[in-house]
């Protein structure tokens, strides 16, 4: 039967009793919760401030040497003398570490990035441009607290917050692959607060590649000259400078005016056999000559950890090693002393898990590296 069929009272029946449902339906609804309004942004606590510049950070060296930017790593005088590539990788802030004490529950961290890449692509952002907080604990040891995490070139966060009212230790690593205009901590107010100059010892200076430079540890604290740092409860610079660590002498000059506890020379991954034969014995002379009392600490380069793979890339790091092996052993015969070496092949361990992507280190690699230096420094630095 269709509705054309149907008598007109039925129809009118059927219209209606639809709209009685439908608005029966309508009625038992719920009504429509309101909109909940988007949580505000808490307000920042009312925080004291301090500039870390104020009284100094470990891993600047020359402080004396005008810079144009405070966090530079080399001092003005060597624009021009060294290569451009290593001059603007100096303005990194890599190895630079801030030292106080604190009873705070809060700490924050406001710093302006000299560049607006703040991360790369093996790399996250966290070690190319954080700073990373330790702290001792109850038994004196160096135990991680937090990082920030930029997002922006000027960082004003957060490091910690929640924590107990107790006086401690602080360290704070600064970027490692990001140049800083400015860094100042913030504590809530009331709070206690000493800033830690830099210790008087002199520092183990490293030389090296972007290895060294802390590529691709996590955070700046992770970076194995980080690590020794800690370990050895000693002062370290960090000289490591990304594609472009080649014993270059306008570097050794720089050196030669640095009082070192010890030297570390780890340049090998940006150098080939021919380079390491002529240049390694040149740099070790300039710097012995300058200071023939300071141990110099020769590094071979890390095996890849995919080399086992890659048959030409193995071959190469024998060949590097041998060089490197040549030039110390005909040191060694010329009679130059406090000479030492660090051999590579277990850097990165051995079960092809120590880097992020076969040349650079991720943090079980620099934690494997540092395991593999520290027996070989802490016995010179007891001299």
Request: charged share 20%.
């Amino acid at each position: 039967m269709t509705l054309r069929s149907l008598p007109l009272h039925s129809l009118v029946t059927s219209f209606a009793a639809a709209l009685f449902l439908s608005a029966a339906s309508s009625f038992c609804q719920a009504p429509a919760a309101p909109a909940t309004p988007a949580p505000a942004t808490p307000a920042p606590p009312k925080l004291a401030w301090h500039d870390v510049a104020e009284w100094g950070v470990e891993g600047r060296a020359w402080p004396e040497m005008p810079r144009k930017r405070w966090f530079q790593r080399f001092p003005d005088a060597a624009e021009g003398k060294v290569t451009p590539s290593v001059w603007g990788l100096s303005q990194d802030s890599a190895g630079m570490m801030v030292r106080f004490k604190t009873d705070a529950t809060t700490v924050w961290a406001h710093y302006v990035l000299r560049s607006e890449k703040l991360a790369m692509p093996h790399m996250p952002a966290t070690g190319v441009s954080g700073v990373d907080l330790y702290a001792r604990d109850e038994h004196g040891q160096w135990r991680w607290v937090s990082v920030t995490k930029p997002d922006k070139k000027e960082v004003n966060m957060a490091i910690v917050s929640g924590m107990e009212p107790k006086m401690r230790e602080y360290q704070a690593y600064l970027p490692l692959y990001n140049g800083v205009e400015s860094l100042d901590l913030g504590v809530n107010e009331g709070a206690k607060f000493e800033g830690l100059a830099p210790r008087a010892e002199k520092p183990i200076v490293f030389y090296g590649t972007s290895i060294t430079h802390g590529a691709c540890a996590s955070r700046p604290g992770m970076v194995h000259t980080a690590i020794l740092g800690r370990h050895l409860e000693w002062p370290v610079v960090n000289l490591g400078f990304s594609g472009n660590g080649k014993m270059d002498a306008a570097v050794g000059d720089f050196l030669c005016k640095m009082d070192a506890a010890i030297y570390v020379i780890d340049c090998l991954p940006n150098m080939g056999p021919a380079d390491v034969r002529q240049k390694c014995p040149a740099l070790v002379k300039q710097l012995h000559t300058a200071h023939p009392e300071t141990p110099i600490v020769l590094v071979e380069d890390r095996r890849n950890t995919n080399s086992w793979i890659l048959p030409s890339r193995d071959k190469f790091h024998t060949e590097n090693h041998a060089a490197l092996r040549e030039s110390y052993d005909a040191l060694k015969k010329e009679g130059i002393a406090n000479l030492y070496y660090i051999p590579g092949d277990a850097l990165l361990g051995d079960d092809a898990e120590g880097s992020t992507d076969g040349s650079h280190p991720n943090d079980l690699g620099f934690m494997r590296q540092a395991a593999v230096f520290e027996p070989v420094l802490k016995p010179l630095l007891k001299k």
